[in-house]
């Protein structure tokens, strides 16, 4: 899954960035608002982490030119000003939620959780695709009942193949929502990691979950 932060106090934009890559999660961040609209503009984001004041342009405006152009991305708004003003404007004009700084890191982080399952449909923290389980609040990841360890890339893969679970993933789309802006990757590394994880999750006596479309992609199924 892709966050997009937006934050201009660099020890806070720093810590959250941290909290929200330690849970496996790809991270662009951004320190102002006219960088953080041309992130939300050009990429494709499953959560926008958004505080309200920022350097160029408002956090608020930002959101407004978002909605306005159709984007449905969940946004988490930050604000330090704890009215009833600021979280109605912010709601009504298209936030998802709102946290009020100063803030704990594992709240944010649930937070965000939250918005994922939202976005995905997913209301139970616990993705069944038949006899696998992915757990998107521990990480921990069973077949048939015995554990999978996988490294943080193979399960923010895993996660993203379970919430489209019965949907053809294209290669791009992995890309999008898996890496970060920054990442320098080869051609072929969806490929390569689509395989790392048949190797630990397929098995030769169940059927296997992970299958390949020719031109199009991947689908867990």
């Not at 015995?146 to 019965?166: I, K, N, P, Q, S």
Request: hydrophobic letters at 45%; one cysteine or more; a negative charge.
């Amino acid at each position: 899954m892709r966050v997009l932060l937006v934050e201009d106090y660099t020890p806070l934009r720093e810590s959250v960035a941290q909290t929200l890559e330690e849970a496996g999660l790809a991270v662009d961040a951004s320190a102002d608002g006219e960088e953080g609209l041309w992130y939300a503009q050009s990429g494709d984001y499953d959560v926008i982490v958004l505080d309200i004041v920022l350097p160029k342009l408002d956090g608020l405006s930002i959101l407004k030119q978002l909605r306005q152009a159709g984007s449905r991305t969940p946004v988490l708004l930050l604000t330090a000003k704890d009215t009833v003003a600021d979280r109605v404007t912010g709601l009504d004009l298209g936030a998802d939620d709102y946290l009020i700084k100063p803030f704990a890191l594992e709240e944010l982080l649930a937070r965000v959780r939250a918005l994922l399952r939202r976005k995905y449909a997913a209301a139970d923290p616990l993705i069944r695709v038949q006899d696998l389980e992915v757990n998107t609040v521990s990480h921990i990841v069973h077949r048939a009942g015995e554990r999978v360890d996988l490294t943080a890339r193979e399960y923010a893969l895993l996660e993203f193949l379970a919430h489209r679970a019965g949907e053809i993933v294209s290669r791009t789309e992995i890309w999008e929502h898996v890496y970060d802006f920054c990442s320098t990757v080869e051609s072929n590394v969806v490929d390569v990691y689509i395989g790392y994880l048949r190797k630990k999750i397929e098995r030769p006596h169940l059927p296997r979950l992970i299958h390949t479309r020719r031109g199009q992609g991947y689908v867990l199924e």
